[in-house]
T-cell receptor, first 112, second 115 residues
C-alpha cells in the first residue's frame, strides 16, 4: 500500500516561473518529511525537509509547505531554472516506528 | 571527499545465481539502508542496519540477505530465491542509527538485470 503518493509523474515549467510539486500521505504518524532530487544515473540527494511542528520551511529558491489536516505537502521552486530539471521524490518518516516511505517521484522539466 | 560508493554500476545475473552488490561509505554514519526502485514506484526498503553486526528486515526482504561486519560496509546479496530481481538498487546511510529524522545520503545505484 502506497502511504506516500506523488500523483503527477511529470511536470513541465518555463524557466523563471514557479514549479509546484505535490505529495500526499495517508499515515498520520508521519512526523518528518523530506524532498530529494535525483539526476539520471545518480542517487537521490537531499534537498529540504520539514518537521510536523512547522507548516513552512524555506531554503533559498526552495520552500516546502505542510498541511497536516489535509495530509499534503508541496515543494515550491521559485524561480525555476533549467538545472532544476530532475526527478523529485517526497519522503515521510515515523521515527517512533522506524518507518520511512518514499513517493514514486515527479519528473520536472524546466524549459529555457 | 566523503560519500557512498556502490559497485558495480551495472550487473547481470543468470537464473539461479546469487549476486552481491557492494556498498561502502566513508561518512562515519551509523545507519545504512538498501532500497529497491522499480518503474513508477517509490523506493522500497529491503534491509537496514543501525549498528555493526545488527540489521533488520524492511518491507521486501524476501530473497535478499545482508551483512554488517564493518561500519563502512553493507553488502546486499540477491539470492536465487528472489524471483524478480531486475531493478535499480540504491544504498544509503544516515548519521544516527535508527533515527529517521535525518536525511539519508545515497549512492549512485546498481542496476541489476537478468540474462
Amino acid at each position: 500500500d502506497q502511504q506516500v503518493k506523488q500523483n503527477s509523474p511529470s511536470l513541465s515549467v518555463q524557466e523563471g516561473r514557479i514549479s509546484i510539486l505535490n505529495c500526499d500521505y495517508t499515515n498520520s504518524m508521519f512526523d518528518y518529511f523530506l524532498w530529494y532530487k535525483k539526476y539520471p544515473a545518480e542517487g537521490p540527494t537531499f534537498l529540504i525537509s520539514i518537521s510536523s511542528i512547522k507548516d513552512k520551511n524555506e531554503d533559498g529558491r526552495f520552500t516546502v509547505f505542510l498541511n497536516k489536516s489535509a495530509k499534503h505537502l508541496s515543494l515550491h521552486i521559485v524561480p525555476s531554472q533549467p538545472g532544476d530539471s530532475a526527478v523529485y521524490f517526497c519522503a515521510a518518516s515515523d521515527a517512533g516506528n522506524n518507518d520511512m516511505r518514499f513517493g514514486a517521484g515527479t519528473r520536472l522539466t524546466v524549459k529555457p | 571527499d566523503g560519500g557512498i560508493t556502490q559497485s558495480p554500476k551495472y550487473l547481470f545475473r543468470k537464473e539461479g545465481q546469487n549476486v552481491t552488490l557492494s556498498c561502502e561509505q566513508n561518512l562515519n554514519h551509523d545507519a545504512m539502508y538498501w532500497y529497491r526502485q522499480d518503474p513508477g514506484q517509490g523506493l522500497r526498503l529491503i534491509y537496514y542496519s543501525q549498528i555493526v553486526n545488527d540489521f533488520q528486515k524492511g518491507d521486501i526482504a524476501e530473497g535478499y540477505s545482508v551483512s554488517r561486519e564493518k561500519k563502512e560496509s553493507f553488502p546486499l546479496t540477491v539470492t536465487s530465491a528472489q524471483k524478480n530481481p531486475t531493478a535499480f538498487y540504491l544504498c544509503a546511510s544516515s548519521i544516527v542509527g535508527g533515527h529517521l529524522n535525518q536525511p539519508q545520503h545515497f549512492g549512485d545505484g546498481t542496476r541489476l538485470s537478468i540474462l
